[in-house]
């Protein structure tokens, strides 16, 4: 197993989900994405309210070992959890096919994408992105998304770009939460 020992997670488990926490309600039987899911957290949450598919990627292979061990005696899960390089863009997404999901979610990790990787992720083959390639992603996953797309920053800096490529894919912000202390939390939704 590759530990990344620089490697932090902002924020209690507990907190990562402020502010998004209206996607609850739509869980109950939906696929859910998680682009840069850490160790699972968030998509175990959203099992726990009934979503019925669960894919999640991320670049440390720790973090997808422990995700996967998260789910291993949920018999009813139907669950994905793939170590990838994000800066691939879509191309990163092809273990899962190219389908789509009921429920993206982005959580603290745009930024990540959009600077200059650490020395860990460097040493992973993680690249960072140019704006270009990061708004190219960022229009996938809002192809992808079927219903709603989550999303969590540090700050308010990326939302209005986010708002641009997520409406190029069709997709429309309806709503957006500072209630978290470890950033602000937008949903945008298709349709409408």
């Known amino acids: 197993m590759i530990h990344l020992p620089g490697r932090r997670v902002i924020g209690k488990h507990s907190v990562r989900l402020q502010?998004?926490?209206?996607?609850?309600?739509?869980?109950?039987?939906?696929s859910v994405?998680?682009?840069?899911?850490?160790?699972g957290v968030q998509l175990y949450d959203m099992y726990l309210?009934?979503?019925?598919?669960?894919?999640?990627?991320?670049?440390?292979?720790?973090?997808?070992?422990?995700?996967?061990?998260?789910?291993a005696d949920e018999v009813g899960a139907q669950c994905q959890f793939e170590v990838g390089d994000l800066t691939r863009g879509a191309a990163a997404l092809a273990p899962f096919g190219d389908g789509g999901y009921d429920i993206v979610m982005m959580i603290a990790t745009y930024h990540k994408l959009a600077r200059a990787p650490s020395k860990p992720y460097q040493e992973l083959g993680a690249k960072g992105m140019t704006a270009?390639?990061?708004?190219?992603?960022?229009?996938?996953l809002g192809s992808r998304t079927q219903k709603f797309f989550a999303f969590k920053a540090p700050n308010m800096d990326a939302f209005g770009q986010v708002d641009r490529d997520l409406?190029?894919?069709?997709?429309k912000r309806?709503?957006?939460?500072?209630?978290?202390?470890?950033?602000?939390?937008?949903i945008w939704r298709r349709g409408d």
């Not at 998004?20 to 869980?27: E, P, V």
């Not at 409406?167 to 997709?171: E, N, Q, T, V, Y």
């Not at 309806?174 to 937008?186: E, N, V, Y």
């Open 49 to 71: 309210h009934g979503a019925r598919l669960l894919h999640g990627i991320d670049l440390a292979p720790d973090a997808i070992e422990n995700a996967r061990a998260l789910f």
């Open 19 to 30: 502010g998004l926490s209206d996607l609850f309600l739509h869980a109950p039987g939906a």
């Open 132 to 140: 270009q390639e990061l708004s190219d992603f960022m229009r996938h």
């Open 167 to 171: 409406s190029d894919a069709g997709l």
């Open 33 to 39: 994405l998680d682009v840069g899911c850490n160790r």
């Open 174 to 186: 309806i709503a957006t939460s500072a209630i978290c202390s470890i950033g602000p939390a937008g």
